[in-house]
């Protein structure tokens, strides 16, 4: 069944994205993607006090709506609730240099 889920979902997003130019259908089925199927993500974990790497995490990442109190996120299937700051990057996506001029 899980692969089912995981084969629709790749599916919509394709479909999606073949017949997307603009960039808000593209961040939607992102976000489609990333709600059913996940995506490969790297989560740091930061002290909100004194900015120091507290852990990281790389897997399947998916963040849970359904918390209403502090951040809730789905890494490989297992729940984190956290209350700390945090940085999600999506591996793979190549990142930009911001220049300060």
């Given amino acids: 069944m899980n692969l089912k889920k995981i084969a629709l979902a790749v599916g919509l997003v394709t479909v ?14 992102k976000n489609i993607q990333s709600d059913w199927v ?3 993500r ?10 120091k790497l ?15 109190m502090g951040t809730s996120l789905l890494i490989d299937g297992k729940k984190l609730q956290t209350n ?5 990057a999506e591996i793979g996506v190549k990142e930009e240099v911001l220049l300060n001029n």
Avoid: H, W
Avoid at 18 to 24: E, G, I, R, V, Y
Avoid at 42 to 51: I, N, Q
């Fill in 54 to 68: 507290i852990k990281v995490y790389q897997g399947d990442v998916r963040l849970n709506p359904e918390d209403a």
């Fill in 16 to 29: 999606v994205a073949l017949f997307s130019a603009c960039d808000k259908v593209a961040n939607s089925a």
């Fill in 38 to 40: 996940g995506l490969d």
């Fill in 84 to 88: 700390l700051c945090f940085i999600i």
């Fill in 42 to 51: 790297k989560v740091e974990l930061y002290s909100c006090m004194t900015g």
